[in-house]
């Protein structure tokens, strides 16, 4: 039979305390670190990778702070640059009209005067040049006398109804003034904001014109440097192939935009819909008569 002595027990009894206390060292304590120390390695091979990163975006031993501080202040320039040269981005006379006195005067009375010298104005420009518009509405969708009877509008309203002429006259003034021979239709689209800061119109137009003035027309457009044009879309029919210089069918889609936030939000931010896209616009135009605005 095994007989243990007392020194063979608490041997025993040391080697196990030992172990055990190895065990719970480890446990506790080397288990916890060794985790930590997991989590750290890990963390540093993604600060590496970034770091590499940034090597390679900022350029090696470059500090982001100081190449982002120098960017800016490169951009800043560019960006004051590009916010004072969008101020000279205007209509211009496009829709500039006297204001209406505020006593004195009925707005009624006021801006039927005023929107039938507007009409006769632009119809005897029209003539004076030879070129018939049957389709363009004088008066450009806005009231005339003979609709405002009964009411009495108010100067904002009377205001409102002038610009929108002024500008569709000012509009077929440019085409007359750009060689058109005949203008068929003219539709223009409710204004629209663009980017918060610019409000944009939009004009569609099918009318008679010789090749080498349409094509000055479109470089006029695109190279304006007082006014801001974009062009749409195109399209252009020569039903006359034997005459040497024949006046062609232009439908063109084009707009011009504003700088500035204007006093009254445009149509479209009141839930109006939004102009529809070019295509669609050229196919809209093809069925147009002489009322140009809904």
């Keep these: 039979m095994l007989r243990f002595k007392t020194q063979h027990i608490v041997a025993i009894v040391v080697l196990l305390a030992v172990a055990g206390a ?11 670190q060794l985790d930590e120390y997991s989590k750290n390695e890990e963390l540093w091979k993604q600060l590496k990778g970034k770091h590499s990163q940034l090597d390679s975006l900022f350029g090696k031993g470059n500090n982001p702070e100081e190449v982002a501080t120098a960017a800016a202040q490169k951009v800043q320039p ?53 070129v018939a518009i049957p389709g363009v509405d004088p008066y450009f969708s806005q009231p005339t006398p003979n609709d405002l009877a009964g009411t009495s ?9 002038l610009k929108n002429a002024q500008f569709g006259g000012q509009v077929t003034r440019l085409l007359l003034d750009s060689g058109a021979l005949q203008i068929d239709a003219l539709y223009l689209w ?22 080498r003035e349409l ?31 024949p006046p062609i ?15 009254e939000a445009p149509a479209d931010a009141a839930g109006a819909a939004a102009v529809p896209a070019a295509g669609d616009m050229m196919l809209n135009l093809r069925g147009f008569g002489s009322r140009n605005r809904d």
Aim: with cysteine; proline share 6%.
């Design 215 to 245: 094509c000055a027309f479109m470089q006029d457009l695109q190279y304006d440097d007082q006014k801001y044009f974009q062009i749409h879309g195109f399209r252009i029919q020569n039903p006359y192939l034997r005459v040497q210089d």
């Design 78 to 130: 560019w960006a004051e640059a590009a916010e004072r040269r969008s101020r000279f981005f205007t209509l211009g006379d496009f829709n500039e009209v006297a204001p209406i006195p505020e006593t004195g005067v009925l707005p009624k009375a006021e801006y039927s005067a005023r929107i039938e010298q507007m009409k006769n104005q632009l119809l005897s420009d029209a003539y004076s040049k030879g």
């Design 249 to 263: 069918q232009v439908e063109i889609v084009f707009s011009m935009a504003s700088y500035g936030i204007p006093e």
């Design 153 to 161: 509008p108010t100067i904002s309203d009377a205001m409102k109804w």
């Design 22 to 32: 190895g065990g719970a060292t480890y446990q506790f304590y080397f288990k916890k």
């Design 190 to 211: 409710p204004p629209r904001m663009e980017n918060g800061v610019f409000q944009s119109y939009t004009i569609g137009t099918r009318m008679w014109m010789r090749m």
